[in-house]
């Protein structure tokens, strides 16, 4: 139960302390509090996609359907999913980055790096 309170709350997938985020869109390299850098690799971050992808798909579709039962006009639709659309793009990508660092961390578990950034 911590780990999935310290996901919600975008703290660190190892020592479930660490701010991930320094902005809306900006991460810290390494976690403030034990090190860890958070991007392992180039590219780390690329299978994030695809579960922001599936995110805003299970997100938007409710939307779209009731839409469509309400019978809107094409533009109040369009008007309405591009809203929704901007409106959680920073919490899909967000997420998506930390449920693909959470994941990863349960499948090659890491332990904190001693850095100078602690």
Known sequence: MNRLW???AQ???VCL???VFTSLWGM????PVCGVKYERETGYF???????????????????VWLY???VSIPVFSIVIIAETLLLYPFIFRYARLIWMYADQLMDPRQPEPSEHH
């Open 17 to 19: 302390q660490g701010r």
């Open 69 to 71: 039962f309400l019978d």
């Open 46 to 64: 690329l299978n994030s996609m695809f579960i922001g992808y599936a995110g805003g798909f299970l997100l938007l579709v409710p939307t779209a």
């Open 11 to 13: 703290r660190c997938p």
């Open 28 to 31: 810290h390299s390494h976690c």
């Open 6 to 8: 310290a996901l919600i």
